[in-house]
């Protein structure tokens, strides 16, 4: 071994000896701020996990049981009940105020369909700008009740908007209700030649949905006027 390479092993030497003590060094000055660290990550951890099992999920239990009676009343279409309760079992607006989102999403859907049922058009809104899914049916669903929502606040462009969006969303024969209220509402506006492409939409893509057998009628009223 040449001596430029023994100086070269020993100055590595040298300098991996000199970071270990430095580390060493470190760890001794600094040993039990950094157990304190260490300690304090451990418990913190351990205080989320027994958060979680001994807060929350019994809080989602508790919730999800609080939304049965609201959920039979729902079915039932008595929706002012499913809504604010019976006075002794808590409808959804009671249950999202008490516990938010662990009571699950489906009550943010719930009470938008209660508040557009009974007429309340700007609550249901608000509802259901909070729920969130990834189920392309339900979404669908939710957006052109939102779409509903602003129909009846006569803002109709709004509604179009979110009845466009809702047929892209469910892609499927029930998109075929959606897009005749969308040309509906172009129809409104004065927009008939974007309401006939709706119409013609349906009739291409989703002629076995019932409104794909009333469509010929729509396309036949416009194409004449």
Do not use: H
């Amino acid at each position: 071994m040449t001596t430029n390479a023994k100086n070269s092993k020993m100055e590595t030497i040298e300098s991996v000896g000199e970071a270990v003590s430095k580390t060493e060094l470190f760890f001794q000055k600094n040993g039990k701020l950094i157990g304190y660290i260490c300690g304090g990550v451990v418990i913190a951890a351990a205080a989320i996990v027994l958060l979680i099992q001994f807060y929350f999920n019994p809080l989602k239990e508790e919730a999800a049981s609080q939304t049965f009676v609201a959920e039979q009343y729902f079915r039932a279409g008595d929706f002012e009940k499913a809504l604010n309760g019976d006075g002794n079992a808590m409808g959804f607006a009671d249950i999202i105020s008490e516990y938010g989102t662990k009571g699950g999403q489906a009550v943010y859907f719930y009470a938008g369909v209660c508040e557009l049922q009974l007429g309340n058009a700007a609550e249901a809104i608000s509802y259901l700008s909070k729920y969130n899914t990834t189920e392309p049916l339900l979404k669908a669903r939710a957006i052109a009740c939102t779409a509903d929502a602003y129909s009846i606040l006569e803002k109709y462009e709004d509604a179009l908007k979110c009845y466009v969006k809702a047929a892209s969303v469910a892609d499927n024969i029930i998109a075929a209700s959606y897009l005749l209220k969308a040309g509906i509402i172009c129809e409104e506006l004065g927009r008939e030649a974007e309401a006939l492409s709706y119409y013609k939409t349906i009739k291409d893509k989703y002629p076995q949905s019932f409104e794909g057998y009333e469509i010929d009628k729509y396309i036949t009223r416009l194409e004449v006027k």
